[in-house]
């Protein structure tokens, strides 16, 4: 079985920092890229980062360039998004999801409705 599931979420102030954790099961970690996808309350979901977990290469949306970092740990199977100097703005239910089809340059658009696994999701609100 498949799963995918998010921590790390939570409450923190403007300017904090928080690690979401994307633990991965039931597939081949290291032939699936990766994504990071949130979507704020009455808007789009859209893509925040991914990374293809056989190299380390990522993506950023510009909104969070230079703030957020993804890696992964194939080791373990699990993908972190390193969230700094958040904003209000950042404040959305953050879900991780897995695809080995859609080209990783393309997958923070394309993956958006795309991806062949997803988690459940796991909610951040940074406070003003």
């Known amino acids: 079985e498949v799963q995918l599931v998010e921590s790390g979420g939570g409450l923190v102030q403007a300017g904090g920092s928080l690690r979401l954790s994307c633990a991965a099961s039931?597939?081949?970690?290291?032939?699936?890229?990766i994504g990071w996808f949130r979507q704020a309350p009455g808007k789009e979901r859209e893509g925040v980062s991914s990374?293809?977990?056989?190299?380390?290469?990522?993506y950023y949306a510009d909104s969070v360039k230079g703030r957020f970092t993804i890696s992964s740990d194939n080791a373990t199977n699990t993908v972190y998004l390193e969230m700094n100097s958040l904003k209000p703005e950042d404040t959305a239910v953050y879900y991780c999801?897995?695809?080995?089809?859609?080209?990783?340059?393309?997958?923070?658009?394309?993956?958006?409705?795309?991806?062949?696994?997803w988690g459940k999701g796991t909610l951040v609100t940074v406070s003003s």
């Open positions: 039931g597939f081949t970690f290291d032939d699936y890229n």
């Open positions: 999801a897995a695809d080995n089809i859609i080209h990783l340059k393309d997958l923070l658009i394309l993956g958006v409705d795309a991806m062949e696994y």
């Open positions: 990374i293809r977990t056989s190299d380390g290469r990522s």
